[in-house]
């Protein structure tokens, strides 16, 4: 069994910075597919972020790209995502999820992953 706990939530300003973690427990992150969502209440789940772990390639929402930064420790076996130039728009409850299906394209689609995080809030004030 895979488990997901996310933290580094928290209120910024617009302008500002935060740091996510995602650590996962049960299997290595080298041999899951991890990306990153995120959800404003009322909307549907939107993704971030994910990354190729074999080659080090990453892909981002062209909401995000140029701003956010994923990243892996695999000794901590913790996924993070580095988010910069924050925006009101960026305010969300961020997730990241898992599966056990390990591809060189992780999905986008919420759809396609069995595991997720509980959440940590995301506030941007402008």
């Known amino acids: 069994q895979v488990q997901l706990v996310e933290s580094g939530g928290g209120l910024v300003q617009a302008g500002g910075s935060l740091s996510l973690s995602c650590a996962a427990s049960g299997r290595a992150i080298s041999r899951l597919s991890i990306s990153w969502f995120r959800q404003v209440p009322g909307n549907e789940r939107e993704f971030v972020a994910t990354?190729?772990?074999?080659?080090?390639?990453?892909y981002y929402s062209d909401s995000v790209k140029g701003r956010f930064t994923i990243s892996r420790d695999d000794a901590k076996n913790t996924v993070y995502l580095q988010m910069n130039s924050l925006k009101p728009e960026d305010t969300a409850v961020y997730t990241c999820a898992a599966d056990l299906h390990v591809v060189s394209s992780p999905p986008t689609s919420a759809y396609a992953y069995e595991y997720w995080g509980q959440g940590t809030q995301v506030t941007v004030s402008a």
């Open positions: 990354m190729n772990w074999s080659g080090g390639n990453t």
